[in-house]
């Protein structure tokens, strides 16, 4: 069993920056895939960012890509998500997920995912 707790959501003016944080309890932490999903007002959560239990790979979506990074520290039983450059379209209620088996080619998909935090709220106001 994986809690996982999101925190540093916030308000911020187009062009800046957020870093979210996940924190996980659990000792099986490090070997789950750890995810970013987003889900704004009146659309389907999506897909963000993803990083293997090493750290060694990450994945993101093609509209984050350069903007954002994602990273974990298995030490410490938490993922972040560094965002840059933020645009009132990454305005949405960010996730974070964790999955016990996964492929590379479904850990896009929500029902990977075994784990999920409640979220926090991320706002970018133009």
């Known amino acids: 069993q994986v809690q996982l707790v999101e925190s540093g959501g916030g308000l911020v003016q187009a062009g800046g920056s957020l870093r979210l944080s996940c924190a996980a309890s659990g000792r099986t932490f490090s070997t789950y895939l750890m995810g970013w999903f987003r889900q704004a007002p009146g659309k389907e959560r999506e897909f963000v960012t993803a990083i293997s239990w090493s750290g060694s790979s990450t994945y993101y979506t093609d509209s984050v890509k350069g903007r954002f990074t994602i990273s974990r520290d298995n030490a410490k039983n938490t993922m972040y998500l560094q965002m840059n450059s933020l645009k009132p379209e990454d305005t949405a209620v960010y996730y974070c997920?964790?999955?016990?088996?996964?492929?590379?080619?479904?850990?896009?998909?929500?029902?990977?995912?075994?784990?999920w935090g409640q979220g926090t709220q991320v706002t970018v106001s133009s």
């Open positions: 997920a964790a999955a016990r088996e996964w492929s590379r080619s479904s850990l896009y998909r929500r029902d990977e995912y075994d784990y």
